[in-house]
């Protein structure tokens, strides 16, 4: 059984950082990539943010670019996601899940776990 639980959301202020951690059981980073989705209130779920660590492979939505950084950790099972200079717009619950990724885009099994609230205010 896959499972995948997100935690490291908080409050934090806006010019801020924050790290993601996904741990990953059930299914091995060679195979499959994972990706960082966010959903935000009143909106669809989006994508953020994805790696192949088989390869090292990473993708970012455009938005985020520059300001996040997405790792993974074979030995822990765990991937990260390092946000910085974080915006009110960056508000969302964050969740992870098993991907495709790569140069087209970011597609998903529809697997997922709990997400984590991120909240960037004053």
């Known amino acids: 059984e896959v499972q995948l639980q997100a935690s490291g959301g908080g409050l934090v202020q806006p010019g801020g950082s924050l790290r993601l951690s996904c741990a990953v059981s059930g299914l091995t980073f060679d195979d499959y990539a994972i990706g960082w989705y966010r959903q935000a209130p009143g909106k669809e779920r989006d994508r953020v943010s994805c790696i192949r660590s088989s390869d090292g492979f990473t993708s970012y939505k455009n938005s985020v670019k520059g300001r996040f950084t997405i790792s993974s950790d074979k030995a822990r099972n765990t991937v990260y996601l390092q946000m910085s200079s974080l915006k009110p717009d960056d508000t969302a619950v964050y969740y992870c899940?098993?991907?495709?990724?790569?140069?087209?885009?970011?597609?998903?099994?529809?697997?997922w776990g709990q997400g984590t609230l991120v909240t960037v205010s004053s």
């Open positions: 899940a098993p991907v495709s990724c790569d140069t087209k885009g970011q597609y998903d099994y529809g697997i």
